[in-house]
């Protein structure tokens, strides 16, 4: 059972509906199953543009590095992804100030407020919305909302990758949200989505940039139905298939699952003394802190055959990370959390009695 924040499970109907003969790309078959896939990826950005690009998550952030901060950035590191942000900029030799956290900690409006008041270069603010690292949630509509209201030219980028699909985002200050395929839209991986405000579009139009993830000349091709280079047919098939499926059950009522399975799972996992560990957890994942991680997956996986995720770099081998995105089966949630506390009794840490259990499913099955 693969319960690992990304890569997600594929459901079948999107295996199959992506199994069919190949398409041409500069076809009117394949532009109806873009234009279709275009307009559900708009209506669950909620954003007025956008685009897919055949990459994985990371070439959408390096496409909006590169195409949204003609002067410097600010990126906001509390963990590898926010991390990744500066290094882009470094790789391109674009001026970046980082504000640093801890992995547990999110960002403040204070802080990234003081930041561009002290520094009028900035023209370009990078956050992730779940920090995937530690699965904390950064109160991104507030900074936004804050930045926007003492200059609206700033441009906001959030990372998504962790958030779309997991619950609405407000991008009514946002001017681009970033999300991947292998995450919460339980896709395989190699394809990107970025949505766009109008002011976005015209900031990339007014100093198109780049070859490959040149943003100006995808969104002009986008706009009609195609795509600058070959599109990732399979993946957009998937993507329409997914997003027709989501909408179908409903936005909202996908929202409020994974709300209640994540807020389920945490209160479990505490009910038998674990400590979850960002301050601010998101939804997509439960990320616990323990000096057993290793101990605890490794009996999850060959006696459970449940695979979560560890931590990196400082909290490798002190955290798992147990993922609530896409389409998880209340059994499967509820398995997990029972095989972790089975997991304790054999690594001898706590003698298993079901409180687990019965926590998760009074909250999750009320
Ligand atoms: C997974 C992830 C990425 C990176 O995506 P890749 O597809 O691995 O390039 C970026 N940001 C967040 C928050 C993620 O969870």
Request: hydrophobic share 40%; glycine share 6%; with cysteine.
């Amino acid at each position: 059972m693969l319960l690992t924040p990304g890569p997600t499970p594929v459901p079948e109907f999107v295996r199959k509906a992506m199994s069919d003969v190949t398409l041409h790309h500069r076809t009117p078959e394949f532009e109806a199953i873009f234009a279709k896939t275009r307009s559900l990826l708009l209506e669950i950005l909620g954003t007025p543009e956008c685009v897919m690009i055949a990459s994985s998550g990371t070439g959408a952030m390096e496409a909006c590095i590169t195409n949204l901060c003609h002067s410097k950035a600010l990126t906001v590191n509390a963990g590898k992804f926010g991390e990744r942000f500066g290094k882009i900029c470094q790789a391109f030799d674009i001026e970046n100030t980082e504000l640093k956290y801890d992995w547990n900690t999110p960002a403040s409006v204070d802080d990234v407020l003081s930041a561009i008041k002290s520094d009028d270069k900035i023209d370009a603010i990078y956050i992730q919305i779940c920090e995937s690292a530690g699965g904390l949630r950064h109160p991104v509509e507030a900074i936004a909302k804050a930045v926007k209201e003492i200059n609206k030219d700033i441009m906001i980028i959030a990372d998504g990758i962790t958030a779309i699909g997991v619950e609405k985002i407000d991008v009514s200050n946002i001017d681009a949200v970033i999300t991947g395929s292998q995450k919460a839209l339980m896709l395989p991986p190699g394809l990107s989505m970025i949505g766009f405000s109008d002011a976005a579009v015209v900031k990339i139009n007014t100093k198109p940039a780049g070859y490959y993830l040149n943003l100006a000349s995808e969104i002009k091709k986008q706009k009609q139905n195609t795509t600058a280079y070959t599109a990732a047919t399979t993946l957009i098939i998937g993507l329409g298939s997914i997003l027709e499926k989501i909408k179908e059950d409903g936005f909202e009522n996908l929202y409020e699952a994974t709300a209640k399975r994540a807020l389920a799972t945490r209160e479990a996992l505490e009910a038998i003394g674990l400590e979850v560990f960002p301050t601010s957890p998101a939804n997509a994942m439960t990320t616990i802190y323990t000096e057993q991680s290793n101990e605890i997956r490794k009996v999850l996986k060959e006696q459970f055959n449940v695979n979560i995720a560890g931590g990196q770099d400082h909290l490798k081998g002190k955290i798992f990370r147990v993922n609530h995105m896409g389409l998880v089966e209340d059994f499967e949630a509820a398995w997990a959390v029972n095989a972790i506390e089975k997991a304790l009794d054999v690594i001898g840490t706590r003698t298993f009695d079901g409180t687990a259990n019965k926590v998760f499913m009074e909250i999750n099955c009320d």
